[in-house]
């Protein structure tokens, strides 16, 4: 190029760029919903299918699906946005005492000034409040909270924290199977070392303490095993942990010296009836001060999840435990290079853990919102257990919480050998073929992990119950035929 | 512990946390900030101090320092969060149309659903239609666009798509000295090779091609450079790069084989009447194919700089130029692990790159008000540079643009000395100084980058003129009085 001829080669290739990025894959945005993406375009192009529709069941992201804001959780921000409404009498008072408070406690009472790198104070003191309802009173330091750009954010921020060594002394990071693959991604992109712990399909997808410990000294073999993640409630399983379960993880890590990681962003999510949600946080401090004044933690919470589905604010909060105050300096720098979270996501956050109490103007309104969603949401898990549970070559497990199901399908063996010559999973060829006939979108169980041999998809429960009925339907007669079509 | 005592040691400490993020520094927020905030926190307990209010003017925070936001910018972004006010005739008509238009472009028309993983689809393409506009018509496609948490959040997002290699063949990243140290603290956490190339502060801080080739030239004997990063306007020089430098950067990054990457953030903010803003990428397409069809460049916006100012909503877009469609297809895998940006954030960029029209009811409002705080951000850069003009022992550029100035300033040998003996920059030492004395809080040169033996600080120019005047006047008397009391 000193002569001026124009390089034939870029700069940043395939084989130039971060091979840690290049490995990583992320199967609830994958190739699959790039199709799906396509095949909506091809639709509205006029494009003839099979369908008239393409259903994204593919990700969980309630609005997406028709499920409607809560009013106070908008009435709230919008103000913050635009303070001129403070003085209009279309809205309750209670949201404008709320949205007075997050601005004043904002730097020249403005959403649009940076916040704290650690979040808005007043809120972390609201998120603190509300951990400790939430926990029968433990205490909860609004100093260990931080604000985060949804829980994502933070679960990669304290797996950066954590990442050390080379070779045999490199991080292991414990992580259930099925996973989310948030997990994986950020793993492989930190370069940190993937251990596998599988959950109990047979025992409703529970976490089984044998298997926990034989992947933990498998693995102290070739690396340096230092954290346990959890998803209760599960995603994608929706199983939800015991009491007990959460007991002997907590015995497990304080036995193996193992840092926690409790994501927990599916804690208001819990359908069944014989099932409840347990933090860890709460669990750790009733098991006494030999625990709670050791075990390391950080938890995560979402405004994505929930009743809210705000998927788009981009909100979220950690509370980290027994972590040292020079390493907590350390993870205040960290994310005080990114400035701050995002102040609506933080004001979102903000009002979904200082609600409407009795008595004020929009308690009503949105506790009768709230069940609303939550009620739906419970049925729906019902119905997908259901009509799964009716079919043939499926074995779904009931959706305990959360808001997906794992089911695991039956793929003959020719389907499997087709799979195989076209370069495919066999669930992923079974996805593609649904979706290609039905238009309906799912992520094969390849992208969370299962056990060899064993096929899924994940499936969210959020579309409209009445679609929801369809799409089950036409699923299951979909998957009977292409069980005939391949026997 | 097999027997269940407690562990003596943390699992997460100093030593055994990472060490890239351990030794990574962020000067904007660094410690002298902390003591900032630690003594408004004593003033509001009523601790007497030698003065009644800290200033904070060390980070580019206009609502902050009291500027107000745009009136149309906060209508659509709160008609987004709220639709219900779609109806309220007290928004005005060109208002009520941006929202519906973002809002029809979000799945389930909810700005609570996630975007697509590089943005909402309408909002890329009006942001390549602004680039259009600002270019002369060059074209611009909205594939190229990402919308992003923040240009922070862009620029590190290529960066590490950059990293790759180990020892010699280790990136190297050229980044002027001084710099925003977002990069230095990317660069860091990336374990990337930081080369420097310093800034001609003897000619308004102008990029010396020399000095870029000298320092290339030297990188290349210890690593692999293969970025360098331009920041114009200048942050935290203050200094506008003319079209010639601009070109000459281009055919030194074409001839070297390096990949650009442009962070024009501050690309409204022209003081200096002899400069003007030129985009990396008008100025690379008129430079004919021989370029535009070879050179790799990524370019940075924001919404929290210019006349907006709006931090909190950590909004900004990337445009790539040139890369390669297989390395983009891994970009957007990569950046769909985080799912998307906030989506206000995003809703801000889009009313950012789509204003009011002439004859739109908000056009003379929003003009007016936009002219407003350029207007007073111009004045407030000449007035630093007349006041920090007169002061002897001070020498300062002028503020042709960005929010900031970087004055020089001569500390005594004595002074020196001191700050070595407790163990800090000399620079450090004078900014506690003034902080403790004045409670004016500005960042050290160091945290920036300085030539070895010169001595600086970084202040913004956003406080209210007044506030700033006052600000100018106690800081140089300070620094007399300080150079007085050491030599």
């Known amino acids: 190029m000193e002569n001026g001829t124009p390089k034939a080669e870029k700069i940043l290739t395939l084989e130039s760029m971060n091979q840690n990025v290049r490995k990583l894959e992320y199967a609830v945005r ?4 790039t199709r799906a993406m396509e095949l909506e375009k091809e639709l509205q192009q006029g494009v003839k299918k099979p369908f008239t529709e393409v ?4 990700i969980g992201d309630a609005h997406a699906m028709g499920q409607k804001p809560l009013t106070f959780l908008r009435q709230v921000t919008a103000l913050c946005l635009y303070p001129e409404m403070l003085n209009d009498n279309k809205f309750p008072e209670d949201s404008k005492q709320k949205a007075r408070r997050i601005l004043q406690a904002c730097s020249g009472q403005s959403s649009g000034a940076y916040s704290a790198s650690q ?7 609201d998120v603190a409040k509300f951990i400790e309802r939430r926990d029968g009173g433990i205490p909860s330091n609004p100093d ?15 797996i950066k924290l954590l990442i050390a060594g080379q070779g045999k002394s490199r991080t292991g990071i414990m992580i259930p199977i099925p996973q989310y693959p948030l997990y994986s991604a950020a793993i492989a ?7 596998n712990y599988y959950l109990d399909e047979e025992n409703f997808w529970a976490l089984n303490i044998k298997e926990l410990r034989q992947s933990l000294h498998e693995a102290r073999k070739h690396c340096n095993p230092k954290v346990l993640c959890i998803i209760n409630p599960g995603n994608p399983t929706g199983q939800v942990q015991s009491r007990k379960c959460i007991e002997d993880v907590i015995r497990f890590a304080a036995e193996e010296n193992l840092f926690l990681m409790a994501d927990e962003v599916y804690q208001d999510n819990v359908y069944a009836k014989d099932c409840a949600f347990h933090s860890f946080k709460k669990v750790l401090f009733e098991m006494g001060p030999k625990y709670s004044s050791t075990v390391e933690l950080a938890s995560f919470h979402s405004v994505s999840k929930g009743f809210m589905g705000e998927c788009g604010f981009r909100g979220g909060y950690m509370e980290v435990i027994n972590m040292d105050p020079v390493v907590k300096q350390q993870l205040t720098k960290l994310v005080s290079v990114r400035l701050c979270s995002p102040v609506p996501g ?18 009503n309104q949105f506790n009768s919102e709230k069940l609303a969603v939550l009620n739906n949401l419970a049925e729906k898990a019902q119905m997908t257990e259901k009509i799964f549970g009716q079919s043939p070559g499926i074995y779904c497990n009931p959706v305990q919480g959360a808001m997906y199901s794992f089911p695991r399908i039956e793929i003959p063996p020719k389907a499997v050998q087709e799979a195989k010559a076209q370069g495919l999973t066999p669930d992923m060829l079974f996805c593609i073929k649904l979706l290609e006939e039905t238009g309906i979108c799912v992520v ?10 064993t096929y899924h998809f994940r499936m969210t429960i959020l579309p409209p119950t009445e679609k929801l009925k369809t799409l089950l339907q036409k699923l299951t007669q979909f998957h009977e035929k292409f069980v005939k079509e391949y026997s």
């Open 119 to 125: 979040g808005i104070e007043v809120i972390r003191q």
């Open 30 to 33: 994958g190739p699959i919903v």
């Open 444 to 453: 094969p169980g390849s992208g969370f992990g299962q056990r060899e041999g």
């Open 144 to 158: 260990n909270i931080y604000l985060t750009t949804g829980a994502s954010d933070g679960i990669v921020t304290i």
């Open 346 to 363: 933080q004001a979102m956050m903000g009002v979904i853990v200082n609600p409407p109490q009795p008595g004020d103007p929009s308690y």
């Open 189 to 195: 992109e930190l370069d940190a070392v993937q251990v």
């Open 55 to 58: 259903i994204r069941a593919n």
